[in-house]
């Protein structure tokens, strides 16, 4: 008779530990590059951040190990050779900047880092199973709505660069619109798992497209509004885009009905088309879209004309480390990092890069693949989406796609929200893979003796 | 759900597939476009960041880079801007390599010259930091001092060469202006001041000595006159030519008159040589008459009038119309009528009859040296033409030391040296101060300097300023400069 054995799976935190090996080393390999072409020696601070980013994801790792054994081997390295690199662009920045000691911009990315380590870590140890969250639906609906309303708010609501997504408490300005977009996935997922029956399969059938009914319009309407809200009263076209391009592909992974994504897209492209015959600032970002170098352009912002430049500096291998002038580009460690890291690290460096951020969300989607609920597939779609499509809004802004908005890039860019928001979702993504890639529980044998059993007992620990 | 999941890891495929097309756009086909645009500051700090060469006048430099703090790694500096700014021109980062030596060997100096190709390849190699070529000029800076002292306020210009090679000894244009406050880094102040250069209406930045407005040569053209009359065989320095108070000058109602009102020699008969000592309008107006337009032209034109030079700065070619009537070559003789000239190029009618009727290609740059001091090129002295045989020459010569030794231009005297000259009066204009000429060269017997010197206006004197008295003191100055040891 044959039997059938199944394979143990394989945790695979040894790979995690091989490749996290790597991922410090091109790190610290970037840092001293860093250090020899700016200074001409090596960095005596390359053993505080080498020690420091070490400590950080080898406490991660050892976590996995614990808590979540069977988690994706991929995810963390990848996130670290991102925040990493961000880490070592931003020092070289500081370089160019004469920022030191406590002015440095890579010493508060770091502590940033730190701290969002820990968030990442808590998930970890305090979310057992991420199927609890879907208990904090409304919650997180709630506090979804205060998060972006924050900033409005009149006298903690800080508007810069003519964006108001800031509030500042003291010295400290944060976005809470990065964190908005974890505990909308949250709700979004918990709300869509619930609601999928009657918005997939009610319907008209029109043209071969199944439209849903009127009334089930109501929730893809109020996220419209919400983000055309955000649009208009924060100036944020990036967010905006971010939260409704998260709920449509949710709603569509839900329903699996590709009428969404066509209502969608209607809606946006409806909603930005009045919002660039109406607003004066949504005419601008148009404008240097499309005729950066028109005189006209140019007098509103050369920002866009000089990260080109920059990137065209790059070419194809790069200036090398330290050696272009990504400072002359405004905000080169935030918004503009990707241009920074084209012009020294060249158009090979930047292919790296984003084939980086897409193993790193294609892992996030293989783990909706593979876990068996359905909260837990719209979570880790959503998280891992929310990732690409920032990638697609920051890089597509920079290198002339889409008009140019203010988001981060995740992991690379200096900023403590963004910083925060994206471990945030490693951890969560990892609890999730773990959930995926855990074995079923083995059926205890115990009550098979007897031949009259016809059912089994499974108990599960 | 997991169809959907798949399908939308499609999309985020496509998305990245987007970025990466993007990316490759704007990095490797549109790559080299970009860094071509007139605003994109990269490029400029990229030819900033090389130090750019020296300028040496005798191994000291009249325009260097030193480093600076700020983004554009090195400032420009000048140590004596007024004496050598139309040499050097000056180097902006906002109006360029301008004018000078500055543009002219821009490539050299910033290090893009292809003669630099190997060098470059060699730095990057070695990880030596890449420099600029020096250039070495030719000027003599005791002369330059000595011309530039000499014209002081006064508008005007001096060349001086040696015309045994043609290197150019002085340059001076005045006025004159500082290229420093061109060369600053602070965008409003260079804006300003070349503003201010280009309003001011004394035109400073204007190089008159090669490249200004051209001169009515005045009496100096006489020389030439007479390198034609002596060359057509029919005169020599003897000849007795005729010396009127009034020269008749057929097909019109104008006399041609002289400057002293009155016959040049008793019977209003002289020597040629006589007509040039005293500056005789009369005689060498007849002897246009007779020897006829083209015989001017075409002697001019052996001196390097019409030739566009580059020394290698570009110098405006001086001109003798083609095709003048009888009256017109009369008045040509004399350097009137629409014959223009620039300094330098009266500077070479003098070294050409100093170097035994050979004129020597006038330069400015003697030699280019790499950072490691090897010679990049090197201006080994050229022959521009042959004016005059050596015959003439040294019946020039012998008739234009008579000038200064007891003629019109006795002021250019240099105490045990034969001087050899010519002064010239230009009118130009009515109810203008002529301009004040003079044109020499010496040591006679073994020339060592040729200079030119006009004063515009008749300088300090107006109209009582005349070539002898203006402008034949700063030639004399600048010939002593250089014959002292």
Known sequence: MATITTLAPRTRRGVELVLLVFAVGIVMLAYVNVGIAVNGTLPPSIIAYGVGLTVLVLAVHITLRLR???????????????NGL????????????????????????????????????????????????????????????????????????????????????????????ELAKIVLAVFFAGYLVQTRDALSLVGRRVLGFSLPRARDLGPILIAWLASLGVLVFERDLGSSLLFFGLFVAMLYVATERKSWIAIGLTLFLAGSYLAYLTFGHVERRVLLWLHPFSAKALEVSDQLVRGLFGMANGGLLGTGLGRGRPDLTYYAESDFIVPSFAEELGLFGVFALLLLYLVFVERGMRTALGVRDGFGKLLATGLAFTVALQCFVVVGGVTRVIPLTGLTMPFLSYGGSSLLANWAILGLLLRISDQARRPAPPVEPTNLAGSDAVTQVVRLR | MNAPIRRLA???????????????????????????????????????????????????????????????????????????????????????????????????????????????????????????????????????????????KQTGAVVALNPKTGAILALVSHPTYDPNRLAGHDLTKVQQAYQDLNDDKARPLLNRAIAGDLYPPGSTFKVVT????????????????????????????????????GACGPGGKLSLTRAL????NTAFGSLGLKLGGNALREQAQKFGFGESLSVPLPVTPSQVPADMNPPQSAQAAIGQFDVRVTPLQMAMVAAGVANDGVVMKPYLVQTVRAQDLDVISQTQPQQLSRAVSSDVAQQLTRMMVKVVSGGTGTRAQIPGVTVAGKTGTAQHGDGKAPHAWFIAFAPAQDPQVAVAVVVEDGGELGHEGFGGSIAAPIAKDVMQAVLKP
């Open chain 2, 277 to 280: 000592q005293i500056s005789c």
């Open chain 1, 68 to 82: 979540a054994a069977y988690a994706d081997p991929v995810l963390l390295p990848a996130a670290t050779v991102l």
């Open chain 1, 86 to 177: 961000g880490l070592v662009m931003i020092h070289r920045l500081d370089l160019a900047e004469n920022r030191s000691g406590g002015e440095a911009f890579a010493a508060r990315q770091m502590i940033w880092m730190a701290l969002g380590v820990a968030l990442a870590l808590a998930i970890l140890w305090l979310l057992r199973d991420h199927r609890r969250l879907q208990r904090f639906t409304y919650t997180a609906m709630a506090a979804g709505l205060v998060l972006l309303l924050l900033p409005l708010l009149p006298g903690l609501g800080k508007s810069i660069n003519g964006s108001r997504i800031w509030i500042g408490v003291g010295p400290l300005s944060f976005q809470p619109g």
């Open chain 2, 10 to 152: 499609m999309v985020v495929a496509f998305m990245f597939t987007c970025l990466l097309v993007s990316t490759t756009y704007i990095q490797f086909v549109q790559a080299s476009s970009l860094r071509d645009k007139p605003n994109n500051r990269r490029t400029l700090l990229a030819n900033y960041a090389r130090e750019r060469g020296p300028i040496l006048v005798h191994g000291d430099p009249i325009a260097r880079s030193t480093p600076t703090d700020d983004d554009l790694k090195f400032q420009r500096s000048y140590p004596d801007p007024q004496l050598y700014a139309h040499i050097t021109g000056y180097y902006s980062f906002v109006y360029g390599a301008g004018a000078g030596v500055e543009r002219s060997q821009d490539a050299l100096l910033s290090g893009s010259a292809d003669a630099l190709f190997y060098r470059r390849m060699v730095d990057l190699v070695t990880g030596r930091k890449p420099q600029g070529a020096a250039v070495e000029l030719t000027i003599d800076p005791a002369a330059q001092k000595a011309a530039s002292d000499g014209l002081g």
């Open chain 2, 226 to 261: 007479a390198a034609a009359a002596l060359s057509s065989g029919t005169y020599d320095e003897d000849t007795v030519v005729p010396g009127p108070a009034t020269l008749d000058l057929p097909q019109t109602s104008v006399n041609l008159p002289n400057d002293f009102r």
